[in-house]
């Protein structure tokens, strides 16, 4: 037997989102150091230190990519207009008063960063918790950066910074991929380029726009996650779909308890029908490398070849795996 993944895969198949480890090479590319700045002042001093805190970049900026004004400046709320391309649509209020509390008490320590709009207002790229926060702080004015971008450059910063901070459900993640891919014709490929991510997963977060609009609901609200999202595909009836995924809410199953309903609505021609029949030795081997390797094991065989799927659930799981297939523990 070969050890292989589902279409479009690695060899361990995931049921959560990939590692986000190379995330960080997509803002660089958009945002990278910091303002250009007068040396010597303390205005430079400062707008230095923030935004090497923030990026972890001295400050500089290549002339190819988006300039910046000099400098930190404080900018009145009220003539900061929302960002057309936020990402983020459900925001957690409990973060947003611990934030307040801390701006009420040390001020807003990250610039944020915005665009010129019209008739002297701004247009916000990054830092929309840290305005709602200031607002709720009872400030009147924000530390911002301002910066000379693009419309794609706006949307991939906004996506890019939210992804990093992996605040974005799996729904708000597909729309803006699917925007940036609309709107501005990027590829899967240079999609996953910039955020880190490879064309497949991408690709996999674009599909779940395929799913009926209350299976979608479901996902955006949290009912549903990513994992059941791409057990729920392998079903082309949308009534089907739909059905099923009210019962996974409705029972509250887990991604096994789900597959297993997913499996028996549908025979080997893969219409609605009888239960995949699995044989018992088969079964018997899955159920030893769960006991091994402490994730789900599942194994499609078809006359002595097939492929071995290891889902894992958390990070902690997949490292764990590694190191049990490297010898290491």
């Known amino acids: 037997m070969t050890t292989a993944a589902e279409k479009s895969a690695p060899v361990i198949e995931t049921s959560s989102p990939e590692k986000r480890r190379a995330l960080g090479r997509g803002l660089d590319s958009l945002l990278p150091a910091g303002p250009r700045v007068v040396a010597g002042t303390a205005v430079g001093a400062a707008s230095n230190a923030a935004t ?23 900018i009145a709320l009220d003539l900061i207009d929302a960002n057309p391309y936020q990402t983020r649509e459900l925001f957690d209020e409990m973060a947003l008063v611990e934030l307040s509390l801390s ?90 380029k910039r955020v880190g991510m490879s064309r497949e997963s991408v690709a996999n977060y674009m599909r779940l726009l395929k799913l009926p609009r209350p299976v979608q609901d479901h996902l955006g609200a949290g009912r549903l996650g990513f994992s059941e999202a791409r057990v729920l595909l392998q079903l082309d009836d949308s009534h089907l779909i739909a059905r099923i995924a009210e019962t996974a809410v409705s029972k509250r199953l887990s991604v096994a308890q789900l597959e297993t309903l997913v499996e028996r609505s549908k025979s080997p021609s893969g219409k609605q029908g009888a239960a995949r029949w699995l044989d018992p030795n088969v079964r018997a081997v899955e159920d030893r490398l769960h006991q091994m390797l402490g994730v789900r094991v599942r194994i499609r065989d078809r006359k002595g070849k097939g492929k071995i799927i290891l889902e894992y659930a958390t990070l902690d799981d997949f490292d764990r795996v590694l190191d049990r297939l490297e010898g290491k523990k």
């Open 103 to 192: 701006i009420q008490a040390s001020g807003v320590v990250q610039p944020i960063v915005v665009r010129q709009g019209a008739n002297g207002r701004y247009v916000l790229i990054l830092g929309e918790r840290r305005c709602r926060a200031s607002k709720m702080a009872g400030k009147t004015t924000i530390p911002a950066i301002v910066r000379s971008v693009s419309d794609q450059q706006a949307a991939e910063m906004t996506v890019i910074e939210n992804l990093q901070r992996q605040d974005l459900n799996c729904m708000e993640q597909s729309a803006a991929f699917a925007r940036l891919s609309l709107e501005f014709k990027l590829t899967q490929e240079q999609i996953g």
């Open 52 to 74: 090497t805190a923030a990026f972890g970049h001295s400050a500089t900026l290549p002339a190819m990519h988006a300039q910046a004004a000099d400098g930190v400046t404080e």
